[in-house]
């Protein structure tokens, strides 16, 4: 097939070879081969290529997943060109947003309309649909995932029809498509829940482990937001706040991606000495936790900013993570059963668990459907081999009947995953319908989803 110039990366000999990375996850971990890369930028277009495309397609967003779930050697899509505020309903506070946009960019487009998204993650460098194809969430008792906020999409089909979705029209792909991991079509346009704008106060401190499971449940409780993180050599963590703010917020000046703060440089260095003086990182553990709690001084106020500029962190230094949901009242159990086996293991490591809540949902394929969840994460620098590591808390994660986070690391394949998943079939049925020659699926999802 002839591969129209105004859509492609690069130019690079189609079908040719597997010499070239045309593609790389932020971890730099998963390096993809695909013979033609398109950045389609009209929805027509983007109809047009898929009908005609031969072999496997898979969609990309910003690549923050750590996984091979974006990896093709067919045609890979990225939607960055289809990016943007389409419109926005201020009485039932929803918006239409092109399914290419970055949650980065969505925010002052959202903020300038009044409305501001429910709960965000830690970062805000994915594409909408890539948040939305994963499941991806933030933290709060009573805040759902990102992907629950999901009201109606359009889905380009594998046979390159279009699809409206929504609870009313085409329901079961509705229920099916808002967390597929790009496993049923392309998302084009998505529209979300909002919520009118608002500004949150950012608090925390330092807390001895004891002192925290004692108050636990207050903690949550009592704030919007609430997550601690554990550096399992100490013996304190650092817990993270955000409530609501009344008072002014202040406007966030950010790096531009990619570019390192003062934080960044000294946590890297770190991370080099540590991985050659593994005898080093409980004592680097330790003084993180000390320093990080510093961060917050006493009673004083927090610092105020609108909701998207209060979520995300920077991270630029990289890691791969794994992270499970389990039920949330088994969360402090088995976040200690993980925190004794990371410091008896063996393995050399220097970053935190991130410990968050997230609230039951109806997606078939989330990692929350119908269970009030507490999600566990643990992370390895990205020059350090995490198998050994991720291998030992999984097993403790399995035993708490834990979901994996679709766009993190797990070894877990479709027999596995089908207990766990309520709607499982009713899933595998829908894909099946829209795309019965699996054209949508590489190897990574054919293992997860039991397609031969
Ligand atoms: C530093 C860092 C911090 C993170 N923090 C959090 C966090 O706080 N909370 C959390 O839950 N996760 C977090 N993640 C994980 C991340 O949010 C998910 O992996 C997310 O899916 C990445 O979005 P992306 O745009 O990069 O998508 P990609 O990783 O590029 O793709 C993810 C999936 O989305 C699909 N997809 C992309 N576009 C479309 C489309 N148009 N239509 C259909 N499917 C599509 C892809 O096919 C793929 O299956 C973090 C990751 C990193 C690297």
């Given at each position: 097939?002839?591969?129209?110039?105004?859509?492609?990366?690069?130019?690079?000999?189609?079908?040719?070879?597997?010499?070239?990375?045309?593609?790389?996850?932020?971890?730099?971990?998963?390096?993809?081969?695909?013979?033609?890369?398109?950045?389609?930028?009209?929805?027509?277009?983007?109809?047009?290529?898929?009908?005609?495309?031969?072999?496997?397609?898979?969609?990309?967003?910003?690549?923050?997943?750590?996984?091979?779930?974006?990896?093709?050697?067919?045609?890979?899509?990225?939607?960055?060109?289809?990016?943007?505020?389409?419109?926005?309903?201020?009485?039932?506070?929803?918006?239409?947003?092109?399914?290419?946009?970055?949650?980065?960019?969505?925010?002052?487009?959202?903020?300038?309309?009044?409305?501001?998204?429910?709960?965000?993650?830690?970062?805000?460098?994915?594409?909408?649909?890539?948040?939305?194809?994963?499941?991806?969430?933030?933290t709060g008792k009573s805040?759902?995932?990102?992907?629950?906020?999901?009201?109606?999409?359009?889905?380009?089909?594998?046979?390159?029809?279009?699809?409206?979705?929504?609870?009313?029209?085409?329901?079961?792909?509705?229920?099916?498509?808002?967390?597929?991991?790009?496993?049923?079509?392309?998302?084009?346009?998505?529209?979300?829940?909002?919520?009118?704008?608002?500004?949150?106060?950012?608090r925390g401190g330092r807390l001895s482990v004891a002192d925290l499971f004692d108050t636990l449940d207050t903690l949550r409780d009592d704030n919007r937001h609430f997550e601690f993180f554990w550096f399992p050599f100490a013996d304190d963590v650092l817990v993270k706040t955000l409530n609501?703010?009344?008072?002014?917020?202040?406007?966030?000046?950010?790096?531009?991606?990619?570019?390192?703060?003062?934080?960044?440089?000294?946590?890297?260095?770190?991370?080099?000495?540590?991985?050659?003086?593994?005898?080093?990182?409980?004592?680097?553990q330790r003084?993180?936790t000390e320093?990080g709690g510093?961060?917050y001084?006493g009673d004083?106020?927090?610092?105020?900013?609108?909701?998207?500029?209060?979520?995300?962190?920077?991270?630029?230094?990289?890691?791969?993570?794994?992270?499970?949901?389990v039920p949330a009242e088994r969360g402090p159990d088995c976040v200690r059963e993980i925190a004794a086996?990371m410091r008896?293991?063996?393995?050399?490591?220097?970053?935190p668990i991130e410990y968050r809540y997230?609230?039951?949902?109806?997606?078939?394929?989330?990692?929350?459907?119908?269970?009030d969840s507490v999600t566990i994460?643990?992370?390895?620098?990205?020059?350090?081999?995490?198998?050994?590591?991720?291998?030992?808390?999984?097993?403790?994660?399995?035993?708490y009947?834990?979901?994996?986070?679709?766009?993190?690391?797990?070894?877990?394949?479709?027999?596995?995953?089908?207990?766990?998943?309520?709607?499982?079939?009713?899933?595998?049925?829908?894909?099946?319908?829209?795309?019965?020659?699996?054209?949508?699926?590489?190897?990574?999802?054919?293992?997860?989803?039991?397609?031969?």
């Open positions: 097939m002839d591969v129209p110039a105004f859509c492609m990366l690069n130019s690079w000999k189609v079908g040719t070879g597997m010499s070239e990375t045309k593609w790389q996850n932020w971890s730099g971990w998963v390096k993809a081969h695909p013979h033609t890369f398109y950045k389609p930028q009209t929805e027509d277009e983007l109809t047009t290529l898929v009908a005609e495309a031969r072999g496997q397609i898979r969609v990309a967003g910003s690549g923050h997943s750590f996984t091979p779930i974006c990896e093709s050697d067919g045609t890979l899509f990225s939607l960055e060109k289809m990016s943007g505020l389409i419109a926005s309903d201020q009485e039932a506070r929803t918006a239409r947003v092109f399914a290419g946009s970055t949650i980065r960019d969505l925010g002052p487009l959202l903020h300038n309309q009044g409305l501001g998204l429910i709960n965000q993650g830690d970062i805000d460098r994915q594409a909408i649909a890539g948040a939305v194809a994963t499941g991806t969430h933030g805040l759902k995932n990102i992907s629950a906020a999901v009201v109606g999409f359009r889905l380009v089909t594998p046979s390159g029809d279009i699809l409206n979705c929504s609870a009313e029209e085409n329901s079961d792909v509705f229920h099916a498509g808002r967390v597929s991991m790009g496993g049923l079509g392309i998302m084009t346009e998505i529209e979300l829940q909002c919520t009118p704008a608002y500004a949150l106060e950012e609501i703010s009344d008072v002014g917020p202040k406007p966030r000046k950010r790096a531009p991606d990619g570019q390192d703060g003062p934080a960044d440089i000294a946590f890297r260095k770190l991370c080099e000495i540590s991985r050659f003086a593994p005898f080093l990182r409980g004592r680097f003084q993180m320093q510093s961060r001084a004083a106020p927090g610092r105020s900013r609108w909701s998207h500029d209060a979520f995300p962190s920077d991270r630029n230094v990289r890691f791969n993570e794994m992270e499970y949901a086996h008896s293991c063996g393995v050399n490591f220097l970053f997230v609230a039951a949902d109806d997606a078939w394929l989330s990692p929350f459907f119908e269970r994460s643990i992370h390895q620098y990205h020059k350090q081999a995490y198998a050994k590591l991720f291998g030992g808390v999984e097993q403790i994660f399995r035993k009947a834990g979901r994996p986070h679709w766009g993190k690391l797990h070894t877990l394949a479709a027999g596995d995953l089908q207990a766990l998943y309520p709607k499982w079939d009713d899933f595998c049925a829908v894909r099946n319908r829209l795309d019965p020659e699996a054209k949508m699926l590489n190897p990574f999802l054919r293992k997860i989803l039991g397609v031969s």
